[in-house]
């Protein structure tokens, strides 16, 4: 249990360096639409329709679909860290 918490930490800060270097700067839109790219795929491959993802993410189901279709701008550490859980994937599958 205690290897996955600090597997877990170590992603969450590899995602906030990615989130200083990418998410402010040109590539942003990319990398917003690479996450929703992988967060669309992952919720095909493993069966999740959109209302189960809004119930077991807590995001709305617009800006889901937002994210899904790579137009969300901002996208948060507790939505990527949601999607993570709510998917059953690791952050490195969604920040591909």
Known sequence: MQLNS????????HYGELMNVHFRGPNAQNVNGNFGANARRAASEGGHPIAELVKTSAIAEDRLRSIFD????D??????????????????????
Request: charged residues 10%; neutral net charge.
């Open 6 to 13: 600090r597997v877990t930490a170590v992603s969450f800060l």
């Open 70 to 73: 790579g137009v969300a701008t």
């Open 75 to 96: 996208i948060t550490l507790r939505e990527i860290a949601s999607m993570s859980v709510a998917l059953n994937v690791t952050l490195d599958v969604l920040l591909g």
